[in-house]
Nanobody, 123 residues
């Protein structure tokens, strides 16, 4: 499984940004982020079927995860960005093993990771 993320950059608080992640295969996938000096944290996930999505409380209502299977691409639409959203964002895939529901927000569930992309939100 190969993952390639893109779309990061510098924006102002309140702005929007869309991250993309091209990925081979059709598996459970997620976005995580890691702010300076902090541990990597879950942001959003989507089942391979696209039927279920999951979000961290901190982004619910502002971020939307989606997938375009024809383009083998997963997206993270980020609206109403806040300075605390500043982080390196990573896309991840479980590969064929999939994720059990209780662990879908856990980083170790995902075996494949893209390179991180920096999102900086200025106040």
């Amino acid at each position: 499984v190969q993952l390639q993320a893109s779309g990061g950059g510098l924006v102002k608080a309140g702005d929007s940004l869309r991250l993309s992640c091209t990925a081979s295969g059709r598996y459970d996938m997620a976005w995580f982020r890691q702010a300076p000096g902090k541990e990597r944290e879950f942001v959003a996930a989507m089942r391979r079927s696209g039927g279920h999505t999951y979000y961290a409380d901190s982004v619910t209502g502002r971020f939307t995860i989606s997938r375009d299977y024809a383009k083998n691409t997963m997206y993270l639409q980020m609206n109403s960005l806040k300075p605390e959203d500043t982080a390196v964002y990573y896309c991840a895939s479980t590969g064929a093993t999939g994720a059990i529901l209780s662990a879908i927000r856990t980083a170790r569930t995902y075996s494949y990771w893209g390179e991180g992309i920096l999102v900086t939100v200025s106040s």
